[in-house]
Nanobody, 124 residues
Framework: QVQLVESGGGLVQAGGSLRLSCAAS????????MGWFRQAPGKEREFVAA????????YYLDSVKGRFTISRDNAKNTVYLQANSLKPEDTAVYYC?????????????????WGQGTLVTVSS
C-alpha cells in the first residue's frame, strides 16, 4: 500500500501563493505518476496537474497553466504544487494522487492511491 499525506494548504488572499506538498510512504515504487486534483464545495473533483516519474511530462488544467507548477523529488518521495496568482475560484480541497502506471492520465479514476486532502481558501 501507499500512504499519501498532503500539507501546505491554508487561507491566502487573491494574488497570493501557496506551496502544497504530498509525502508518500509505503510502497513508493508504485507512485510512478503523481497528480493533484481539487474539489470545490458542491462541485465534482477535477484534475489540476500531473507529472511523470522522470518529470519529463507534465499536464495542467487550462485554468491553472502559467500559475501552477507541479514538481517532484523522488529521493524524498514528495510531490509539490506551487500555486501562484491564486484566485477565489481556486478555493477547494486539494488532493494528491498516485498512479502505478507510467502513462500520465488526467482522470481521477485512473489513480490508485489518494491522500486525505488539504484545504486551500482564497479570499477576494
Amino acid at each position: 500500500q501507499v500512504q499519501l499525506v498532503e500539507s501546505g494548504g491554508g487561507l491566502v488572499q487573491a494574488g497570493g501563493s501557496l506551496r502544497l506538498s504530498c509525502a508518500a510512504s509505503g510502497r513508493t515504487f508504485s507512485t510512478v505518476t503523481m497528480g493533484w486534483f481539487r474539489q470545490a464545495p458542491g462541485k465534482e473533483r477535477e484534475f489540476v496537474a500531473a507529472v511523470s516519474w522522470s518529470s519529463s511530462t507534465t499536464y495542467y488544467l487550462d485554468s491553472v497553466k502559467g500559475r501552477f507548477t507541479i514538481s517532484r523529488d523522488n529521493a524524498k518521495n514528495t510531490v509539490y504544487l506551487q500555486a501562484n496568482s491564486l484566485k477565489p475560484e481556486d478555493t477547494a480541497v486539494y488532493y494528491c494522487a498516485a498512479r502505478r502506471s507510467s502513462v500520465v492520465m488526467t482522470t481521477a479514476s485512473a489513480y490508485d492511491y489518494w491522500g486525505q486532502g488539504t484545504l486551500v481558501t482564497v479570499s477576494s
